[in-house]
């Protein structure tokens, strides 16, 4: 099953610049999202309300949250932790959350300091708190692999989604590759295991990384089984600066010249995004990924060669 | 339908090499081969029959063919572009020619300087010059998309399998996107209507680039439409020097990195593949390309750092 359009969630300004040691001056960060808003994106994972003290570079999220604001028809989501997070999120008028949580107890562990089961918890009282225009994603991390303890049982993934699905059926579940070290099949069949069992969940979104070049295709096994939300980073941003080749998000622009290819509309304008992503290539300390931007650059140089 | 196992054309020592300005010395290329080999590969295109006034690097075609067959149980195709350098190659007692042939007119031209109909001509005399012992691959490149005309309508590549069919029903049919521009989903289509239009031919394989990240994708896409001989370069060689970015074939290693995640053997040990794809790396003008040997580097990186 494929749609004919899907929805690209840009995810760089929070996962991108996450792990860039040097901190990017609010300026700077607005810049970027004022190009990606310009390119035509339409859904940004913006910030996270995180502890400062443990994020610096997060620090600025509702400065980022009140300048993304102006900007009409912009579907601004923010990653939250914690209920205390949550609540400055809301605090800052944030009205789109997304709660990350991880399949694996080590992963949850490690990242909140939770077990699974006292994070579904969290999202309880995370929704309860919800005021009623406000949207809620769950990002499910270490959904088919966990950087320590390799692959993660479906059957745990499926029982996660099951507790949050009795906590609400309106959120949207958002499976994520954490380690990039999935295959497309794996994705393939735990999204179709995961609508044929939980029909009463409509929102689904997938979020891979392109770590071991599997980025793009997992996002088509996504698609092909139904989900048309897709998580990407502009410029392939969210590697760790400390392990050059350990690369970040799947690009944005691998996915959408790929989609562009396919004939499936993403409302995005390639040449405007690459702008952005070339600028964001320029970040001190990040890492970049994706091969779209290379290669057409290299044609271009080609071209101007030639 | 898939295979439980998959049969990988180790296509770097030609298509590979060939790119390369610099001359790579025989008994560097016949260590690499041999480091080829130890890994694990079985099937390999070693080198091209071609004139060596007009591609310098294949010069020493001979002596590699003949430094490949002291080693057991190693199919040593090689790339012929012309009767004549097919009747030299069959000369030098090679067994496995692969003939070349565009579906795009204008590629065709300036790969061959024939038309396609042309080179049907050669390929029937080459076919009636083989010895009962002796196979032969048919590469038809630009069977989806073209560097000079775009995307390639896959009626003229069934119509010109169709001219070879009548030739040959024995030879193997490898369908070749030259640009790196096709989309799993075109490659997926093009060889189920393949298969279904001539049940006579038995023998099909994919060869794929990966200028636009799309490499491991594309050959997945073959392979899941039944094809279980799929090419690739180790260290993801065969990019153009004068064009950074413009990366090569699709990667061994990120290809058998990815069926062993599926469970599909290949027969290869990454870790020997690996030590011969940094080899190749430090070709002077080589360009590599490919994801996991970076990802797998920075991860023992980061376990020494750690």
């Given amino acids: 099953m494929s749609a004919s359009l899907v ?6 300004p929070r996962d991108g610049f996450q792990p860039i040691g040097e901190f990017i001056p609010t300026a700077l960060k607005a810049l970027l999202i004022d190009m990606l808003y310009d390119a035509g994106i339409r859904r940004m994972e913006a910030t996270a309300f995180v502890s400062p003290r443990a ?55 490690s990242n909140v300091l939770r077990t699974p089961q006292e994070s579904v918890e969290d999202f309880r009282a995370i ?50 590759d954490t380690t990039g070290r999935v295959t497309p099949d794996r994705v393939g069949d735990l999204f179709r295991s995961a609508k044929e069992r939980f029909p009463q969940l409509r929102h689904w ?16 096994a996504a698609f092909n089984a139904g989900v048309s939300v897709i998580d990407s980073s502009f410029g392939g941003l969210g590697g760790c600066p400390f392990a050059p080749g350990a690369t970040g998000n799947v690009a944005t622009e691998d996915l959408i010249w790929t989609f562009a290819k396919m004939g499936v509309a993403t409302g995005i304008d390639l040449s405007r995004l690459l702008e952005a992503a070339d600028k964001a290539a320029t970040l001190p300390g990040a890492c970049v990924g994706g091969r779209v931007r290379d290669a057409l650059n290299a044609q271009t140089r080609r071209e101007e060669m030639a």
């Fill in 7 to 12: 929805s690209i969630v840009e995810v760089g």
């Fill in 55 to 109: 994020v610096p570079q997060m620090a600025d999220a509702p400065q980022l949250l009140a300048h993304c604001a102006t900007k009409p028809g912009l579907d601004i989501q923010v990653l939250v932790p914690s209920q205390r997070q949550a609540e400055r999120a809301l605090a800052a008028d944030a009205r789109h959350l997304a709660f990350v949580l991880s399949v694996s107890p080590k992963h949850n562990q």
């Fill in 205 to 220: 979104a997938f979020h891979g990384h392109d770590t071991y070049g599997l980025g793009v295709a997992n996002a088509l």
């Fill in 127 to 176: 929704v309860a708190l919800l005021p009623p225009d406000a949207k809620i994603r769950l990002n499910l991390a270490t959904s088919f692999d966990c950087p320590f303890d390799g692959p993660v049982d479906p059957a745990a993934t499926l029982n996660l989604v099951e507790a949050l699905a009795k906590v609400s059926a309106e959120a949207e579940y958002c499976l994520c």
